[in-house]
């Protein structure tokens, strides 16, 4: 037993009080109180709380608590207890995870856009850096309509005469097409009109 407490429980004892007693008028657990008397400060819940605990019984068996620390100035605090760290420090880690994961969704967002711009650009330079094919040399075109079947291309042919020749064959298919659409359209037509007769 320590000296504080067995001046404390001398106080306690002289005023006719019991542990319990006490734990009633301090609202402290008896096995912190039976604690402090033994000296075993290793069962307190933290070092903070060997002073506070020892304060307040102090006041309730009437002996003046600064007086009682000034005398037994010696109180060992209980040692730091290393699980509280770990705890604090495994609560540090999962905010920093947390941080990060509140970042990804806005970096993740901000940077598909930028891709997506950064796409388009490259494909609209490459676009205009490309020579432009509709350009032809007029010279070598000319004004006569002509069945771009029967069209050969020679084999010495320039760049823009074979681009020429491929235009018009474009656009005389592109002109079949569009008969063939308006031919199915009259077929639908006149079997819609058959078929309601």
Not at 15 to 35: F, H, N, P, W
Not at 82 to 104: F, G, H, P
Not at 147 to 166: C, F, N, R, W
Request: net charge positive; no cysteine.
């Amino acid at each position: 037993m320590s000296e504080l407490g067995r001046h404390l429980k001398e106080a306690r004892l002289q005023k006719g009080m019991s542990l319990d007693d006490v734990q009633e008028v301090t609202k402290i657990r008896k096995k912190y109180l039976e604690a402090i008397e033994a000296g075993d400060y290793k069962v307190l819940p933290g070092s903070f709380y060997v002073r506070a605990f020892i304060k307040t019984y102090a006041e309730a068996v009437g002996v003046n608590p600064d007086e009682l620390m000034e005398e037994h100035g010696n109180v060992p605090a209980a040692p730091v207890d290393t699980t509280m760290e770990t705890v604090i420090q495994k609560r540090s880690r999962r905010t920093e995870t947390e941080r990060n994961a509140k970042w990804l969704p806005t970096v993740l967002m901000w940077t598909f856009p930028v891709l997506i711009i950064a796409v388009i650009y490259w494909y609209a330079s490459s676009n205009m850096n490309k020579s432009d094919p509709e350009t032809v040399d007029s010279s070598n075109v000319t004004n006569e309509q002509q069945d771009p079947s029967k069209i050969q291309p020679s084999p010495t042919a320039s760049a823009a005469e074979l681009s020429a020749i491929l235009r018009q064959r474009a656009g005389t298919a592109r002109q079949l097409q569009q008969h063939r659409l308006q031919l199915r359209r009259q077929l639908h037509l006149f079997l819609r009109r058959q078929q309601a007769r």
